[in-house]
Antibody
């Protein structure tokens, strides 16, 4: 059974770069037809799709974040990563990684809280 | 960007009663709609995709309907474990994938 686990710092300073990794178990990041994505949820708020990368490595980003986001895959480690630059307090959120086919998120990680504060 | 609007924001339903949640798209998304359930302190989980197809393991009391711009999630007989926030999401035209603001279902 596919499982995902987020990891990374829980605190990032304003203007710095947020970096998170999602480790995959029970499946391969190179499986054809899968997207690997990041979704966030600000405290008490709804869900915001950040972006996804296809199994071939092609990324798709939310236009509202595209200038600051990079999502990449590391097949050797069976992981994919999120980088978000120039963070502000508005980027404080629980960050979820997820796998999806046809853009439906079938499997989610448990989420990791990232706070942006000096 | 396709905007998804959910109503009501909060729904209070007695155990065993029917709960009806609505989701509206700003333009036609055909049947490219998913519903997710998020219980307190947990990640969302997939309930419905393709507007009406239940995901693996989802109880039959959950059903989805609609197409175009109007969609409904129905819980036929509310159980205490169904207390959660429910989100709809369109995947007809992306990026970006977009979610509704959510409906909180409470037990009355």
């Amino acid at each position: 059974q596919l499982q995902l686990q987020e990891s990374g710092p829980g605190l990032v300073k304003p203007s710095e770069t947020l970096s998170l990794t999602c480790s995959i178990s029970g499946g391969s990041i190179t499986t054809s037809g899968y997207y690997w994505g990041w979704i966030r949820q600000s405290p008490g708020k709804g869900l915001e799709w950040i972006g996804s990368v296809y199994s071939s490595g092609n990324p798709y980003y939310n236009p509202s974040l595209t200038s600051r986001v990079t999502i990449s895959v590391d097949p050797s480690k069976n992981q994919f990563s999120l980088r978000l630059t120039s963070v502000t307090a508005a980027d404080t959120a629980v960050y979820f990684c997820a796998s999806h086919r046809s853009a439906v998120a079938e499997t989610w990680g448990r989420g990791t809280l990232v706070a942006v504060s000096s | 960007e396709i905007v998804m609007t959910q109503s009501p924001a909060t729904l209070s339903v007695s155990p065993g009663e029917r709960a009806t949640l609505s989701c509206r798209a700003s333009q036609s998304i055909k049947s490219d709609l998913a519903w997710y359930q998020q219980k307190p302190g947990q990640a969302p989980s997939l309930l419905i995709y393709g507007a009406f197809t239940r995901a693996t393991g989802v109880p039959a009391r959950f059903s989805g309907s609609g197409s175009g711009t109007e969609f409904t999630l129905t819980i036929s007989s509310l159980q205490s474990e169904d207390v959660a926030v429910y989100y709809c999401q369109q995947y007809h035209d992306w990026p970006p994938l977009t979610f509704g603001g959510g409906t909180t279902v409470e037990v009355k």
